[in-house]
C-alpha cells in the first residue's frame, strides 16, 4: 500500500539524518513511495469514498424518520412550486373583484388577497422565488466560502489574514442588516436579493471549512503527497475537500432556510420580491391588515415558511448528528 510505504521511507530517512549519512541519491527510498498517481488514487480511495456518504445519508434516513418525514416534506413542496400550473390552473395575477380578501370560498381554497387573486396559486407561484432564494445563494456562497476556506487554511500566512479578517468583518453585523445595506445600495428586485445573500453567506462556511482545513493538512497522506512535489490545487480539491463534504452537507441544509427567512423578511419590509411578482414574505406583507378580516389567506403563507422551515432543520440536525463524528457514541 502506498502510505505503508511512505512510512517506511520516513523512518529509513530518519535514520539517515540521525545517523549523519549524507542524503544523496534515492536508493534508500523504497520502491514504487515515489508513484504520485498510485499514492493519490489509493489515499483517495480510502478517506474520501464517495459511497461512504451516500451510505450514512441512506442509513439515517433508514432509522431516522422524522428526517425522513422533512425530506418528503422539502421535497413535496419543490414539486408543488415545479409543478404549479398543472396544480392550479388559475392565472396567478386573474382578479376576481367579487372575492377580495376573502376566506376560502368556491374556486379559491385558501381565499383571495385584496385584489381578488388566488392565494394557493400565488403561493405556488411565490414558492418558486422563496425556495429559489433559499437555494441558489446557499449554494453561490457555499462554493466561494469553501474555495476561500481551503486557500485560507492550506495555504496560510498572509492569505490566511486577510481572507478571516474580512471574514470576521462581514460575521460582526448581523446578515439580515447587511443584505438590507446591499439591497438599499443596488436597489429593490431579486436580483439585489441574490446578490446580498450571496455576499453575506460565505464568511461562516470559509471560517467552518478553514478549521477543517487546518487540521486535515496534517494527516500523513497530505504531507506524503506535500513532499512528493504534488500540486497544492490537487491536494485540496482531491484529498482535503472530499473529507469537508459532510460538514458542507450539514452548513447547506442549515443555511437554506436562514436564506428563506432573510428572503421573507426582506419582502416583507418592501425590498425583496416587487409585484407583480410574488413571494410569501411578500404576500404576508400584502394581507398583514387583513388578518380579522380573512386569517385563512394571512396566515397561509407564514404557515408555509414555518413548515418548510422546521424541516431543513430538522433534516440539518439529522444529518449533523450522523455525519459529525465527535457526536457518535
Avoid at 471574514?167 to 445600495?185: E, G, H, I, K, N
Avoid at 403563507?301 to 457518535?328: C, E, M, T, W, Y
Amino acid at each position: 500500500m502506498g502510505l505503508r510505504k511512505i512510512d517506511q521511507a520516513a523512518d529509513v530517512l530518519a535514520d539517515k539524518i540521525v545517523s549523519g549519512f549524507a542524503m544523496e541519491g534515492s536508493d534508500w527510498i523504497p520502491e514504487g513511495a515515489t508513484e504520485p498517481v498510485s499514492i493519490e488514487e489509493e489515499a483517495e480511495a480510502e478517506l474520501a469514498p464517495d459511497e461512504t456518504l451516500k451510505e450514512q445519508i441512506f442509513s439515517m434516513f433508514r432509522h431516522n424518520k422524522l428526517a425522513l418525514v422533512s425530506a418528503i416534506i422539502i421535497l413535496l413542496f419543490i414539486l408543488l412550486t415545479i409543478f404549479a400550473p398543472l396544480i392550479s390552473p388559475c392565472d396567478p395575477n386573474a382578479q376576481d373583484m367579487y372575492n377580495r380578501a376573502s376566506n376560502p370560498c368556491e374556486g379559491h381554497i385558501l381565499g383571495t388577497d385584496s385584489l381578488g387573486r388566488d392565494v394557493f396559486t400565488r403561493m405556488l407561484y411565490g414558492g418558486r422565488v422563496s425556495l429559489m432564494v433559499g437555494l441558489l445563494p446557499t449554494l453561490i456562497s457555499m462554493v466561494l466560502g469553501t474555495i476561500l476556506g481551503l486557500i485560507a487554511g492550506f495555504v496560510g500566512g498572509k492569505t490566511d489574514n486577510i481572507i478571516m479578517r474580512i471574514a470576521d468583518v462581514l460575521m460582526a453585523f448581523p446578515s439580515l442588516l447587511l443584505a438590507m445595506l446591499v439591497s438599499y445600495t443596488l436597489g429593490k428586485g431579486m436580483l439585489t436579493i441574490f446578490i446580498a445573500l450571496s455576499f453575506v453567506g460565505w464568511a461562516s462556511t470559509a471560517r467552518m471549512v478553514r478549521s477543517e482545513v487546518l487540521s486535515l493538512r496534517e494527516k500523513e497522506y497530505v504531507e506524503a503527497a506535500t513532499s512528493i512535489g504534488v500540486k497544492r490545487s490537487t491536494i485540496m480539491f482531491r484529498h482535503i475537500l472530499p473529507n469537508c463534504l459532510s460538514t458542507l452537507v450539514v452548513l447547506f441544509t442549515m443555511n437554506v432556510p436562514a436564506n428563506i427567512l432573510t428572503e421573507s423578511s426582506l419582502s416583507f419590509l418592501g425590498i425583496g420580491a416587487q409585484p407583480p411578482s410574488t413571494s410569501w414574505g411578500l404576500l404576508v406583507f400584502e394581507m398583514k391588515k387583513y388578518l380579522t378580516q380573512a386569517p385563512v389567506p394571512t396566515l397561509a403563507p407564514g404557515i408555509a415558511i414555518l413548515i418548510l422551515v422546521v424541516a431543513f432543520n430538522f433534516l440539518g440536525d439529522a444529518l449533523r448528528d450522523q455525519l459529525d463524528p465527535s457526536l457518535k457514541d
